[in-house]
């Protein structure tokens, strides 16, 4: 184990949301520093336009998602207590990829343009023993942090850090402020990468070079100086926060960062890649993928991952059916769930590292070779699971500890990414 920076604390938000949907959902795969202001940065976005109605005080919380499809993002409601339904459909062109802000109240939206801010229109207050709910119209915005290649976000307690994967720009964004101010902005050498706030004053960076690829994680300061490096993680994909640590995967395992330090996780395969993970902040285990092939077009892996980021212990589960890499979730209460191409939701006990029971909710599919396609998504918030259905266009709402899909939508578009603020 090597100690970096013990003093410091990871901070990260403590939001019901499951990660999955900040760090689950891309395939693939890049450190120079080159600091830049944040007064230099903040040119590349424009005012934000406020929503369409103005937001109003109602007497309980709104929820809502974001359902990305070709030619726009439509914003349905999901309140618990009323049917789910359509709100607005918002146009936007291209390949859209979305993630929570950390706020509890915007998505970007990964367009052509860069990270473009969609306003969900509903967020509460805290007041000293309770919260205000206030909801209004969802508006896709005008405010585009500019980017040529946008690539993960990552959400951290007060701020979230965006990585241009093309220019290997990192932008820190106040997520206390309406208006997500820029904080501050740096350059790494460009590659497939990620950055992780820790408290106000570091960030935990991936490590790659122009040939894009990526060896570990580094420690940088707000003008991307890099602090301590460390290169024990070859191809690094991928981050989730698991009870003040923070795990990234390997091509052999994983490598955990916490309390200053980095412990390596070593997965029982010479080749045993770990690339998408979900996480909770309140346990310390992390549910992540397996592949043992590095030279197949498509691994369609039936074996999962349980990690403990207290002892590194990591457990292999086998499902009996594949997955991808939008099947991931954990539930607030720290319960693992894979949604699998059998069509059912499998329910993990975390600690044994089996399957406890499984959820029927769709039919068998199969993932297509084309990673960009529409297919079967999973999103968890609390104990709430999300499934959307490409190939029927439907939504389902499932409660996981009754096992009741206690609600179905049609939805008006063909399915992509789901996300929650």
């Not at 109240?105 to 205000?132: C, K």
């Not at 935990?204 to 994680?217: A, E, L, N, Q, S």
């Not at 996780?265 to 909770?280: H, T």
């Not at 059998?342 to 329910?347: E, F, P, Q």
């Amino acid at each position: 184990m090597t100690t970096i920076l013990a003093t410091r604390r990871l901070l990260l938000p403590a939001a019901t949301l499951s990660l999955t949907a900040l760090l689950v959902g891309c395939t693939s795969g890049e450190s120079t520093s080159s600091p830049a202001t944040a007064d230099a940065t903040a040119t590349t976005a424009t005012t934000a336009t406020s929503a369409a109605k103005e937001p109003v005080e109602v007497r309980v919380a709104h929820q809502r998602l974001a359902v990305s499809h070709d030619g726009g993002v439509t914003i349905v409601d999901v309140t618990p207590g009323s049917e789910p339904r359509e709100l607005t459909t918002v146009d936007a062109e291209g390949y859209l990829r979305l993630n929570p802000a950390g706020d509890d109240r915007h998505v970007f939206v990964s367009t052509a343009e860069g990270f473009q801010v969609l306003d969900m229109g509903a967020w509460s207050e805290g007041h000293d023993d309770h919260f205000h709910h206030y909801a209004g119209d969802p508006a896709l915005t005008d405010r585009v942090i500019k980017a040529s290649k946008p690539g993960h976000v990552v959400a951290g307690e007060g701020h979230v850090v965006l990585f241009d994967d093309g220019t290997g720009e990192v932008t820190t964004l106040d997520t206390a402020a309406t208006d997500l101010p820029v904080t501050s902005a740096f350059t790494l050498t460009p590659h497939h990468g990620i950055a992780v706030p820790s408290g106000h004053d570091y960030l935990v960076t991936t490590v790659g070079d122009d040939g894009k690829t990526r060896t570990g994680i580094a420690v940088v300061d707000v003008n991307g100086k890099e602090l301590q490096a460390f290169h024990e993680c070859p191809g690094t994909h991928g981050a989730a926060e698991a009870h003040n640590a923070v795990l990234f995967g390997c091509t052999d395992g994983a490598l955990i960062w916490k309390n200053g330090a980095t412990s390596k996780v070593a997965a029982p395969d010479a080749y045993g890649r770990i690339g998408n993970q979900a996480s909770v902040p309140s346990s310390p285990i992390v549910l992540g993928d397996y592949k043992v092939d590095k030279d197949a077009d498509l691994e369609r892996p039936t074996r999962v991952t349980l990690i403990d980021t207290r002892t590194g212990d990591l457990k292999l589960v086998e499902l009996g059916t594949s997955y991808t890499f939008r099947s991931l979730g954990m539930s607030e209460s720290g319960t693992p769930v894979v949604l699998g191409t059998d069509g059912s939701l499998h329910i993990l006990d975390a600690e044994s590292g089996t399957v406890a029971r499984t959820i029927p909710v769709l039919g068998e599919w199969e993932e297509s070779l084309e990673w960009q396609d529409p297919r079967p998504t999973l999103l968890i918030d609390g104990e709430t699971a999300y499934v959307t259905d490409s190939a029927t266009k439907e939504l389902f709402v499932i409660d996981l500890q009754s096992g009741e899909t206690t609600a179905t939508l049609t939805l008006s578009h063909v399915p992509d990414e789901v996300t929650g603020a």
